[in-house]
């Protein structure tokens, strides 16, 4: 069993950054695929950002590549994700998630696949 906690998100400027954290207890994150999705008001839960299991392989969605990245540290059992240039558009609710071993490409922007999940963190950019 894994559970996460995220924390960062806040209200920032279009044009500004935010650093999300994703803490992780109960097991190590060594192993797990973590992906970052994002829900805003109405809309379906989105893929943002992954990092597999070995932490070799990274992908984004198209609207955030080139200015979100996301790593981890697995001593510290954490996976961040920094956002930078952002946007109104980018304003919603963030979860982490997690699953173990290797999945596809694919199969990481599918949140349906994930086992674990954070309650989530507000992010709000204003124009």
């Known amino acids: 069993q894994v559970q996460l906690v995220e924390s960062g998100g806040g209200l920032v400027q279009a044009g500004g950054s935010l650093r999300l954290s994703c803490a992780g207890s109960g097991r190590t994150f060594s192993g797990y695929t973590m992906g970052w999705f994002r829900q805003a008001p109405g809309k379906e839960r989105e893929f943002v950002a992954s990092?597999?299991?070995?932490?070799?392989?990274?992908y984004y969605a198209d609207s955030v590549k080139g200015r979100f990245t996301i790593s981890r540290d697995d001593a510290l059992n954490t996976v961040y994700l920094q956002m930078n240039s952002l946007k109104p558009e980018d304003t919603a609710v963030y979860y982490c998630a997690a699953i173990f071993g290797v999945i596809s490409e694919a199969t990481m922007r599918v949140p349906l696949k994930y086992d674990y999940w954070g309650q989530g963190t507000q992010v709000t950019v204003s124009s």
């Open positions: 990092n597999s299991w070995s932490g070799a392989d990274t």
